[in-house]
Each structure stands twice: as structure tokens, then as C-alpha cells.
Nanobody
Framework: QIQVVESGGGVVQPGGSLTLSCTGS????????VGWFRQTPGKEREFVAL????????EYGYFVKGRFTISRANSSNTVYLQMNQLEPEDTAVYYC???????????????WGPGTQVTVSS
């Protein structure tokens, strides 16, 4: 059973940066694709970014526009989401997830963390 947990959320001013971390535990976490999704109250969960187990496939949501970078360090079972040029519209709970296939759909990801709050506000 894979478990994932997010960290690194917080409050940041518009234009600022945050790095979220997703740490996995359990057998063969490094064999899984990892995705980041986000959700605000009253809205559906939205795809942010994903990375395949071997870094070959990387995808971003349409709204990222070069501001975010996803990366992974398999030696430490950690996936990072570096977020720059943050905007108030990026305020959401960010979720990390692990799945067998690097496809930007919620249903593909099997294991989810509890989420971490990101608030962009002056």
C-alpha cells in the first residue's frame, strides 16, 4: 500500500514562490507516476502537473504557463512542485497522488494525500 503526504503549503504574496513536496512511502513508490491536483471550495479538482516514474513524461495544466516545475528525487521518494509567479487564483488545497499511468485524469491516480493549503494574498 502506497501512502503519500504533502508539505510546504502556506501563505505567500502575489508574485511570490512556494515549493510543495510529496513524500511517498510503501513498496515501489519510485515506480509510480505522481500527479498534483488542486481544489477550491465549490469547484471540481483540477489537474496541475504530473511526472512519470522515469521523468520521461511531464505534463502541466493549461493555466501553469511556465510558472511551475515538477521534479522528483527517487532516492528520497519525493516529488517537488516548484511554483513561481503565484497569483491569487492559485489559492487552493493542493493534493499529491500516485498512480500507475502518467495521464492527467483523477481516476487514474490511486493513492492520495490529505492535501496542503496554498494561499496567495497580499
Amino acid at each position: 500500500q502506497i501512502q503519500v503526504v504533502e508539505s510546504g503549503g502556506g501563505v505567500v504574496q502575489p508574485g511570490g514562490s512556494l515549493t510543495l513536496s510529496c513524500t511517498g512511502s510503501g513498496p515501489s513508490f519510485s515506480d509510480y507516476a505522481v500527479g498534483w491536483f488542486r481544489q477550491t471550495p465549490g469547484k471540481e479538482r483540477e489537474f496541475v502537473a504530473l511526472i512519470s516514474y522515469n521523468d520521461v513524461t511531464i505534463e502541466y495544466g493549461y493555466f501553469v504557463k511556465g510558472r511551475f516545475t515538477i521534479s522528483r528525487a527517487n532516492s528520497s521518494n519525493t516529488v517537488y512542485l516548484q511554483m513561481n509567479q503565484l497569483e491569487p487564483e492559485d489559492t487552493a488545497v493542493y493534493y499529491c497522488s500516485a498512480g500507475s499511468f502518467p495521464v492527467p485524469r483523477e481516476s487514474v491516480f490511486e493513492f492520495w494525500g490529505p492535501g496542503t493549503q496554498v494561499t496567495v494574498s497580499s
